[in-house]
């Protein structure tokens, strides 16, 4: 039984058919990412997992049990984090409260400080910045703080959506290593990415998005060897 | 080409309206500054009307007053806060607390406890601000729940029409229910409204009452637990963190609907202690007392910068201490108080829309 399932999943804004028959499914401690183009539905299929979104049709599994049309505040204790689409950090709340708010739905004081030393080791600079407010941090920051909050509700499966997006090149590859580390130690990733190349090279398997649907899967070798996928979404190098 | 000359003589209109406007506040400006001058020093030097004693007396009424509006304030901000939305019904929670204490108040009158001892006295007012707290943060979830909650998705506009649907609908509630009659407060003997401690000022007393520095002490003590309680406390992260971003609240595990519900709760209780702190020292209660004291908080959270707790404590301090010392320090008769607050409402939105301590709200950052 595959971590987490979705199975035939249709999305609307509106009257728009945003996710038009998405299935898909991630094994517990795999990278795996969609990749396509801008408006193919990858944000979308993070929101309607994490719950912000409801699927009109087609059903959602986390470990056997059906998450669709759970609120969002519940599923994060089911063990799905997401880290949000830019980034998103309260920028009003310093870095420490930002982390503590990640950590909301838990009571596990002592634990949750230990979480937080564990943030600071994957992201020194935060350690740093504690006490500073959230929207005086650089991009890169931001996109480290709300990796970190994700993080600090302990998820079995972190959603990430578009951590390279605005970041120096530098701060992407350091970001990617990250992303790995964090996969290391025994968390499921389902990475949104535009830069195919980067998400490809860190991921097992992948899913191409085109308009609303599923177009291609395989193992991330499989897609990077892809003569379409390399034309459309590696630069077209062949 | 008509169309080109059409584009010009518009553009030319515009610019036009457009320098006028930039003259507007200037001018504005230096008229308010040129008659506040002339004024103060003409009652100031000139005239001399008032001793020391006359002007620490309105000080004293101007910062008990606006203590009130400082924790009434509190309650319109912290809901702006949240949904970004004025709760004009808010004055009437006000007015329901106020109810709650005066009737509790008549209860221990009427058995007997309320004068027995200096301890029955003080359980009374105690037992008086609970009940008046209690009743005034069920109106405020239960308005929260009927006559906000369904509106979330609604344009702006909407739930602003709902909160003076909201308002008119208590206020004559109150009406058919309590009668529309002046109801005077009963005071404790301990607490009576002409009672208190004298100061001499240059020969003369000055009168401090106990209700007075009740409503002073408790609304410090009030605004200093919301602050904290904002600040400190896991709920109060909650609340800020539902202010800036209501979807990535949800997505940390926060139940925004709970948290909206709490905040309504706490403006809701400081409406009630304010309700009660009212009666107590101003004496008189009715359906329509939340009314002004309502509006004039409004104005207070907006001078302060809405939104913005510390905003509406000064706000409300400010407003209370100009409407108590202005209209004699300007010369101006008393009954022009109230234009004078809102004459401060109408000078901060022109000048500082932003408020006192109120911050630029900039585009979210991508």
Known sequence: MAMLELKDVHTYYGSIHALQGISLSVEKREIVTLIGANGAGKSTTLNTISGLMQPRTGSIW?????????????????????????????????????????????????????????????????????????????????????????????????????????LAPMLVEAIFEIIQNINRQGTTILLVEQNALMALSIAHRGYVLETGRIVLGGTAAELRENPEVKAAYLGGRS | MADAAMADAVQL?????????????????????????WRLLTVLFIQQ????????????????????????????????GILFMINFAHGDVMMLGAFAGYFTLEAFNGAGILNRSLASSILSITVAFTVGMLVATFV????????????????????????????LFLENMAQLVFGAARHTYTNPEVAKRNIGWTLMV????????YTGVLTFVLSILLMIGLYILVQRTKMGKAMRAVAED??????????????????????????????????????????????????????????????????AMLGGLVLGVIEAMGPAALGLPFQLKDVLAFSILVLALIFRPTGLLGEVLTEKKA
Do not use: C
């Open chain 2, 202 to 209: 240059s020969g003369k007393e000055v009168l401090i009452t």
């Open chain 2, 246 to 311: 209501k979807e990535i609240a949800a997505l940390m595990g926060i139940d925004v609907d709970r948290v909206i519900a709490n905040t309504f709760a706490i403006s809701g209780a400081l409406a009630g202690a304010a309700g009660v702190m009212w009666g107590l020292h101003m004496g008189i209660v009715y359906h329509f007392v939340g009314f002004l004291p309502g509006i004039k908080a409004f104005t207070a959270a907006v001078l302060g910068g809405i939104g913005n707790v510390p905003g």
């Open chain 2, 140 to 167: 405020a979830i239960a308005l929260e729940r009927i006559a906000y909650r369904p509106l979330r998705t609604a344009p702006r506009l909407v739930p602003l029409i709902s909160a003076i649907g909201a308002s």
């Open chain 2, 49 to 80: 009307a008032y001793g020391a004693d006359t002007w620490v007396r309105f000080a004293v009424s101007g910062i008990i007053l606006g203590s009130v509006y400082a924790v009434i304030a509190l309650g319109y901000t912290l809901v702006y």
């Open chain 2, 13 to 37: 209109r515009h610019k036009r309206f457009f320098n006028l406007g930039r003259l507007v506040r200037p001018t504005i400006g230096v008229l308010v500054i040129a008659f506040l001058m």
């Open chain 1, 62 to 166: 986390l470990e056997g049990k059906r998450i669709d049309h759970v609120p969002p505040h519940e599923i994060v204790k089911m063990g799905i984090s997401q880290g949000p689409e830019g980034r998103r950090v309260f920028s009003r709340l310093t870095v420490r409260e930002n982390l503590e708010m990640g950590a909301y739905t838990r009571t596990d004081q002592a634990a949750i400080e230990e979480d937080m030393e564990r943030v600071f080791t994957l992201f020194p600079l935060l350690k740093e910045r504690q006490k500073q407010v959230g929207g005086t941090l650089s991009g890169g920051e931001q996109q480290m703080l709300s990796m970190g909050r994700a993080l600090m509700s302990k998820p079995e499966i972190f959603l990430l959506d578009e951590p390279s997006m605005g």
